[in-house]
């Protein structure tokens, strides 16, 4: 089953090393659940011999070397700077990176290139804790809402979208309510019982509108809405470790990107970042 198109054109950077043909497996999977098209990105020198090994790998995994866009690159020092200028330049809208396993934590990160990448690309992008060559069906899956970020698209709409995976069976939807007003804070100081009624219709109300906004999710997916007001990554990230979630959503804010650095990696994005629980697809519009 193929989703709305929600992304035209995936890319993936792949190196010579033991995980690439998982990325390359990962990489064939989104490209056929999303119809898109696949870009494979190479940063190193091109020699014969791994020209070669690259074209055998894409057989081997079903991937025919005629249908996939190559672009293979000299590194020129930054890595992740010549990754997502090439994002840019050939119009790459969803980009595949891996994360990094802490061992002595038994947790896993944004690697420095994978971080960079983040910070900068202009397209989302979805981290894979571990790539696996036969990659695990998408069940259960988490969607963040942070309050006041506004795009091209309602959040919902895009979650929608999602929703159509083949084996999706629930999403856990997470709304960040706002913060108390001034006055606000005066009501409940004057009335503590009057302030945590009003609160809790507050929520109610807010949670019944998400719930209209996703009335199009398919029969078979069960929606369950959650209220979450400080620290929202916390309770995101705890949740998705009970649930056992395959995929957390996210939006990245649409600011300028000389601002990106310093909004990005707030407390909200930097525990989530420094702690995965689960893959995380971060999105963007252009």
């Known amino acids: 089953m193929l989703i709305p198109r929600l992304f035209f054109r995936i890319g993936v950077a792949i190196a010579f090393s033991p995980r690439r043909e998982a990325m390359l497996a990962e990489a064939r999977r989104f490209r056929d659940l999303f119809g898109a098209e696949l870009a494979i990105i190479i940063i190193g020198e091109k020699q014969e011999h791994r020209a070669n090994e690259i074209e055998t790998l894409l057989i081997q995994n079903n991937i025919d070397p005629e249908e996939i866009h190559l672009i293979w690159e000299e590194p020129q020092g930054n890595t992740a700077k010549q990754i997502v200028e090439i994002c840019h330049a050939n119009q790459?809208?969803?980009?595949?990176a891996g994360a990094l396993r802490n061992e002595q934590r038994l947790s896993y990160s944004m690697g420095n290139i994978a971080r960079q990448?983040?910070?900068?690309?202009?397209?989302?992008?979805?981290?894979?804790?571990?790539?696996?060559k036969y990659p695990s069906p998408i069940v259960n899956l988490v969607a963040m809402e942070h309050k006041g970020l506004k795009g091209y698209h309602p959040?919902?709409?895009?979650?929608?979208?999602?929703?159509?995976?083949p084996d999706l069976k629930r999403i856990d939807y997470l709304v960040e309510?706002?913060?108390?007003?001034?006055?606000?804070?005066l009501m409940e100081k004057l009335n503590p019982l009057l302030s945590k009624s009003n609160k809790l219709k507050r929520i109610k109300l807010t949670l019944q509108r998400r719930k209209q906004h996703l009335k199009d999710l398919p029969e078979n997916i069960k929606l369950v809405l959650h209220a979450t007001g400080n620290r929202?990554?916390?309770?995101?990230?705890?949740?998705?470790?009970?649930?056992?979630?395959?995929?957390?959503?996210?939006?990245?804010?649409?600011?300028?990107?000389?601002?990106?650095?310093?909004?990005?990696f707030k407390d909200s994005f930097k525990y989530l970042i420094q702690n995965l629980p689960c893959n995380l697809l971060i999105l963007r519009n252009k």
């Open 155 to 165: 959040f919902t709409n895009l979650i929608e979208s999602l929703a159509t995976m």
């Open 177 to 185: 309510m706002p913060s108390n007003s001034l006055l606000m804070n």
């Open 232 to 264: 929202p990554e916390l309770k995101t990230a705890t949740l998705a470790q009970k649930i056992q979630a395959q995929l957390l959503v996210m939006r990245a804010p649409l600011i300028e990107r000389a601002q990106l650095n310093n909004l990005i």
């Open 117 to 132: 990448i983040l910070l900068t690309a202009p397209c989302s992008v979805m981290v894979l804790l571990e790539p696996k």
């Open 92 to 96: 790459i809208d969803l980009l595949l």
